[in-house]
């Protein structure tokens, strides 16, 4: 399989031929957001899948939050499309880690750290976090992800 961006091109072509409506103006959508990225700044750039599933995050948290407007409006045919077009762009998301996933990944760093020679306290809480972060990318929320981690090499 290619990168996450031809899965969505390729997605798109089918939802164009079943006439799924709402997943084809979702892709196009996504698609046409991450071309605006790549070709928005002063120099072209090329996402990777890494970029693209933080954009897919941003999306999906964005149509959450204007489900929540429009149903405090009291729309609630726009709120269940906006559900519904946050719902679709989470298929393409990885699946979430758990908070003993992310407690192993913590685990298993701060061992890779100490394996460094030092003793992992506060002061390599920095290494740490760039060993967890690599690993978790996205699936669990940062903040607690840091907040674990403090709390282990306190």
Do not use: C, W
């Amino acid at each position: 399989m290619g990168t996450l961006k031809d899965q969505l091109r390729a997605d798109m072509t089918r939802h164009l031929k079943s006439g799924n409506k709402l997943a084809l103006m979702t892709l196009r959508n996504l698609l046409g957001e991450i071309n605006t990225r790549e070709k928005g700044g002063k120099t072209p750039v090329e996402l990777g899948d890494e970029q693209v599933v933080s954009l897919l995050q941003k999306e999906a948290a964005r149509r959450r939050e204007t489900a929540l407007t429009y149903g405090d409006a009291g729309q609630p045919e726009r709120a269940a499309q906006e559900t519904a077009e946050a719902d679709f762009i989470e298929t393409y998301l990885p699946s979430p880690l758990t908070a003993a996933d992310v407690s192993q990944i913590v685990d298993r760093a701060i061992a890779a750290v100490a394996a460094g020679g030092e003793a992992p306290g506060m002061r390599q809480m920095g290494q740490v976090m760039k060993i967890v972060s690599a690993e978790v990318a996205g699936r669990f929320d940062g903040k607690a992800t840091s907040e674990m981690v403090k709390s282990r090499l306190a």
